[in-house]
């Protein structure tokens, strides 16, 4: 572990370079059993993850750590072990006819070694997923882990441990997160809000280091007149209370059509009833993370009351830091619900006229990483599809399109930049290098002088000769 040792941190990346450096091209076997390791250390750590993490939260559900942040590193893991010796296949391609017999072809080769900055929110899998992509993308990788969540970065730790020559875990506050978007990285993964996200990026740029950017944003629902209300609001729940809401990709405001508004938010309270009222309180809601944010999302529900919003509380307040469902209604861009990226357990809801109305709405605002449409109009995807700005979109349904390993993940403009997941996510961290081969370069040579004569002549004579 490195921890509030900046000089440590620096050669620690000194010597991961070096090791780079002696083996840049490390065989797919290697890296394929260097998968495999890591997925049997965390299978066999799998209850002491979701103690861990239990810790840090104050509370935090089995469901959301087994389910959203163990689990999608499994099957990435068996998912990049499948296809990566078709990923990392030689790509041919034409030189051009007038440059024959010559060969072009596109080699798969890794970076070098890849920063990866963990958040709190989903501690095991923002860490894990990106680092075992860059891993079989041949590199080697720092990983920087978030400073509150200690219990799972010592069980982290002990995943690594051994590997150093692979992997290097950094811990520590502020300082040490400063140092370490100064290393002179061959890429940088940071996975966090927009304006620390804003400060990684400016540090990349004074070594030219390409950066992957996972933001966030607020997120909207669009629910139209003909969509399934109750399957819609089941939905937008599951998408609201996991993690209670701590999720970059969480639904953030609900834009529903007015002839559907009151029967939506009835379908809420309803489902809420029957499916999550028992939650609140015990061990299967997950915490919010700390008291700066849970005193911050208390402060964003006073602000909407005082600003004439309507709030509607699921249950009365709990120890330890479990905030019940709050539903907002009649609010308006004055107030701190529509300004700031929620990330906990409120909700508020707009009436809109038709899906215009709502691209128009969302449009007004900077791009979400990721956008939600309930409808069964043909017409109504297609549109949202191609006419909606966002970073992903999904379609009667939320947040599990994050764990679908075909699909990239990433955001677009405020809500990031690059993608990772899959096969994405190996290419962003190798470099397609090109190659041209020529086998007869005296042939080369000559047609090249034979032809030399075209560059005496004005263009003029070249465009009438084309005529």
């Known amino acids: 572990m490195i921890e509030d040792n900046t000089s440590t941190l620096i050669a620690t990346f000194t010597q991961l370079k070096s090791r780079f450096n002696q083996e840049p091209y490390p065989a797919l076997e290697k890296r394929l059993r260097l998968l495999t390791e890591i997925k049997s250390r965390m299978l066999q750590r799998q209850d002491q993850l979701v103690e861990a993490a ?15 942040d163990i689990m999608p590193c499994i099957n990435s893991i068996d998912y990049i072990a499948k296809h990566l010796r078709k990923w990392s296949k030689v790509q041919h391609r034409s030189p051009g006819a007038q440059w024959l017999p010559s060969k072009a072809k596109i080699e798969i080769v890794p970076k070098g070694v890849v920063g990866v900055i963990a958040p709190w929110n989903y501690p095991i899998q923002l860490a894990i997923v990106p680092v075992i992509t860059a891993l079989a993308a041949g590199n080697k990788v720092m990983l920087k882990l978030s400073e509150f ?18 992997v290097c875990v950094v811990e520590g506050g502020p300082d040490i997160a400063s140092t370490f978007t100064e290393q002179p990285f061959d890429h940088l993964l940071f996975t966090g809000s927009t304006a620390v996200g804003k400060k990684v990026m400016a540090a990349a740029a004074k070594n030219l280091t390409p950066v992957t950017l996972e933001l966030g944003g607020k997120s909207p629902v669009i629910v139209l007149d003909d969509a399934d209300i109750s399957a819609a609001a089941m939905s937008v729940l599951m998408g609201k209370l996991s993690n209670s809401g701590q999720i970059c990709v969480a639904p953030d405001y609900v834009l529903v059509h007015e002839e ?52 509607w509380q699921a249950e ?4 330890n830091r479990q905030l019940p469902l709050h539903i907002i209604t009649q609010v308006n861009k004055s107030m701190r619900v529509m300004q700031e990226e929620l990330f906990g357990t409120i909700l508020p809801i707009l009436k809109i006229a038709n899906v215009n109305d709502a691209i128009s709405y969302i449009g007004e605002d900077t791009t979400p990483l990721a956008s939600y449409l309930f409808t069964q109009s043909q017409v109504a995807m297609n549109k949202v599809s191609k006419e909606l700005a966002t970073g992903t979109l999904a379609i009667n349904e939320t947040i599990v399109h994050v ?16 993608q990772y997941h899959g096969e994405e996510g190996f290419y962003t961290f190798s470099h397609k290098k090109p190659i041209l081969q020529s086998n007869n370069t005296k042939w080369r040579n000559k047609m090249l002088l034979s032809h030399s004569k075209l560059l005496t002549k004005p263009l003029e004579w070249l465009f009438l000769r084309k005529k």
């Open 403 to 418: 764990v679908v390993e075909s699909l990239p993940f990433g955001g677009l403009g405020h809500s990031g930049m690059g």
């Open 316 to 319: 009365p307040a709990r120890d």
């Open 260 to 311: 559907k508004y009151d029967a939506f938010i009835a379908e809420l309270k309803q489902h809420y009833e029957k499916t999550y009222k028992t939650k609140v309180g015990v061990k299967n809601q997950t915490s919010i993370i700390n008291d700066r944010q849970f005193q911050r999302l208390n402060d964003i529900i006073i602000d909407a009351k005082s600003k004439g919003a309507s709030v």
């Open 54 to 68: 239990d810790q840090d939260f104050g509370t935090r559900s089995r469901f959301d750590t087994v389910i959203a």
């Open 149 to 166: 969540t200690p219990k799972v970065n010592a069980v982290i730790r002990a995943i690594f441990k051994g590997l150093d020559n692979e």
